[in-house]
């Protein structure tokens, strides 16, 4: 199914499913690297990068700057991420809304910052920073998370919005992490969608996820929606793309994120062609 003109649908790229993106880049828009897979690529990985750049725009996706952070990020990270953007010839970046360290201790998982007017002002800090030093502004990432962030004075859409509008930067919009997080706390996710600065939005992170007991004793078990982007992008989530399509004009970039047990690549296909269907019911309204 057609979507608007500027709209584009794409996968995450991933080794194991490079066979399957190679032989079938006419059905791709657009392909999402993770940046911190190649920031120590040999000069032959970084040219194979440039060639499939060349064939299919290619966005960067860091994952450990920390960038929503009072601690100030740290400038090799933003110069390897520099040297990445120019050697593949990537169009775009983005990274998470999260913190992923504290001075001398890497916690290795993106974490919620209290979503405090300290960690807004600290986010903005840091995103300038890397935008001076890059040379492009990123598109920043909704997180999701398994627990309310501690001593939080404002609620997701509240400290997502101050934090773009604030540094003035695109939004990438992670459905799945949106959705996880509504269920997880109670909130109704079409309703925390709305409240998103939509015009901020530039693109769309679509995965899956599963559900988990919470630890405890309580009968029967709480349970909550573990995002893992080793399972398919269900419906709601594709609902919840359609809404967004009907409500944010501007051209929109949905990548479908997998990880891990990766189904036949016909699947992966169907699963594009569903994002494409959902885009263009969006737009339809």
């Known amino acids: 199914m057609a979507v608007s003109p500027g709209?584009?649908?794409?996968?995450?790229?991933?080794?194991?499913?490079?066979?399957?993106i190679l032989a079938n880049l006419r059905h791709i828009d657009v392909l999402e690297v993770i940046a911190d897979d190649h920031y120590r690529a040999s000069a032959a990985e970084l040219r194979a990068l440039r060639?499939?750049?060349?064939?299919?725009?290619?966005?960067?996706?860091?994952?450990?700057m920390g960038l929503a952070s009072t601690i100030p990020v740290e400038t090799p990270r933003l110069e390897r991420m520099l040297r990445l953007m120019r050697a593949v010839g990537a169009d775009s970046w983005s990274e998470h809304l999260s913190f992923v360290r504290a001075p001398g201790v890497e916690i290795g998982h993106l974490a919620a910052p209290p979503r405090t007017p300290q960690s807004v002002a600290g986010s903005i800090a840091n995103i300038r920073r890397a935008c001076a030093v890059i040379g492009s502004a990123p598109a920043m990432?909704?997180?999701?998370?398994?627990?309310?962030?501690p001593a939080s004075l404002m609620d997701e859409?509240?400290?997502?919005?101050?934090i773009v509008e604030g540094a003035a930067v695109p939004?990438?919009?992670?459905?799945?992490?949106?959705?996880?997080?509504?269920?997880?706390?109670?909130?109704?996710?079409?309703?925390q969608l709305l409240r998103m600065p939509l015009h901020r939005v530039v693109a769309v992170h679509l995965s899956g996820g599963h559900w988990i007991d919470e630890p405890g004793n309580a009968q029967p078990?709480?349970?909550?929606?573990?995002?893992?982007?080793?399972h398919d992008?269900?419906?709601p989530v594709f609902a919840l793309l359609t809404l967004l399509a009907s409500h944010a004009p501007q051209p929109l970039t949905v990548i479908i994120e997998r990880d891990g047990k990766f189904p036949p690549f016909a699947h992966l296909l169907d699963q594009l062609a569903q994002a494409?269907?959902?885009?263009?019911?969006?737009?339809?309204?």
């Open 7 to 20: 709209d584009r649908v794409g996968l995450g790229w991933r080794g194991a499913l490079a066979a399957g």
């Open 51 to 64: 060639r499939l750049a060349a064939q299919v725009p290619l966005s960067l996706h860091s994952v450990g």
């Open 141 to 149: 990432e909704n997180i999701a998370t398994l627990i309310a962030p």
């Open 157 to 162: 859409p509240q400290w997502v919005e101050a």
């Open 171 to 191: 939004l990438l919009l992670d459905l799945h992490n949106l959705y996880a997080n509504a269920v997880n706390f109670g909130k109704d996710p079409a309703a």
């Open 221 to 230: 078990p709480r349970r909550r929606l573990l995002d893992d982007h080793v």
């Open 233 to 235: 992008v269900p419906p």
């Open 276 to 285: 494409r269907a959902a885009l263009s019911l969006g737009r339809a309204a």
